[in-house]
């Protein structure tokens, strides 16, 4: 039985910074794509990053770019998502997801995952 299990999240002031980790069980990290997701209360749910397991290369959302990083452990047991220069827009739930296979043009489509962690709140307030 695969599971996922995000951490890190928290309060943190605008400018700050957090480095979100997601656990994984049943599954190995070395052979699945990675999507970290996020979703603000009332709003859909929509992709932050991805870290492709074809090829290695990683996507953000363009609110992101520059100051979000996806990554994993070699072992293939842990994804991180470091973020860096945190806004008031970044609160929400924050989700890891792991498929097999995410099409790139895709990779920000939560159907293109299949399994999903509980979510981890992160909050940027002063």
């Known amino acids: 039985q695969v599971q996922l299990v995000e951490s890190g999240g928290g309060l943190v002031q605008p400018g700050g910074s957090l480095r979100l980790s997601c656990t994984a069980s049943?599954?190995?990290?070395?052979?699945?794509?990675i999507g970290w997701f996020r979703q603000a209360p009332g709003k859909d749910r929509e992709g932050v990053s991805c870290l492709s397991s074809y090829d290695g290369s990683r996507f953000y959302a363009d609110s992101v770019k520059g100051r979000f990083t996806i990554s994993k452990d070699t072992a293939g047991n842990t994804a991180y998502l470091q973020m860096n220069s945190l806004k008031p827009e970044d609160t929400g739930v924050y989700y890891c997801?792991?498929?097999?296979?995410?099409?790139?043009?895709?990779?920000?489509?939560?159907?293109?995952?299949?399994?999903w962690g509980q979510g981890t709140q992160v909050t940027v307030s002063s």
């Open positions: 997801a792991a498929a097999q296979y995410v099409h790139s043009g895709s990779w920000s489509r939560p159907i293109q995952y299949e399994h």
């Open positions: 049943g599954l190995n990290f070395n052979g699945n794509s």
